[in-house]
Nanobody
Framework: QVQLVESGGDLVQPGGSLRLSCTAS????????MNWYRQAPGKERESVAT???????NYADAVKGRFTISRDNAKKTVYLQMNSLKPEDTAVYYC???????????????WGQGTQVTVSS
């Protein structure tokens, strides 16, 4: 069994900062891409930031220059540092990871349960 557990969501004022964490646990052979998505009320889930297994990162245009994704493979954790937060960043943030549980199996996508980020004065 593989689990992804997010933490760090909170209520923050516009212009503030938050750091989200997502830790993988269970039978893990290899962590490949680790990603953050978000879903605002009434909207579809969208990609926010991606960290590939070889260290490359990619960001949605809406968060470039404000958000930073990083990972600690030893801790099986991916982070999302969010600065200069705006009300439109309000959403449930989800962690997603492609994980191999065995060298003989392909990687499979797993999702966390989500953590609420609310940006409001």
């Amino acid at each position: 069994q593989v689990q992804l557990v997010e933490s760090g969501g909170d209520l923050v004022q516009p212009g503030g900062s938050l750091r989200l964490s997502c830790t993988a646990s269970g039978s893990i052979f290899s962590l490949n891409a680790m990603n953050w998505y978000r879903q605002a009320p009434g909207k579809e889930r969208e990609s926010v930031a991606t960290s590939t297994g070889d260290g490359k990162t990619n960001y949605a245009d809406a968060v470039k220059g404000r958000f930073t994704i990083s990972r600690d493979n030893a801790k099986k954790t991916v982070y999302l540092q969010m600065n200069s937060l705006k009300p439109e960043d309000t959403a449930v943030y989800y962690c997603n990871a492609n994980i191999q549980t065995s060298p003989y199996r392909r990687g499979v996508g797993y999702w966390g349960q989500g953590t609420q980020v609310t940006v409001s004065s």
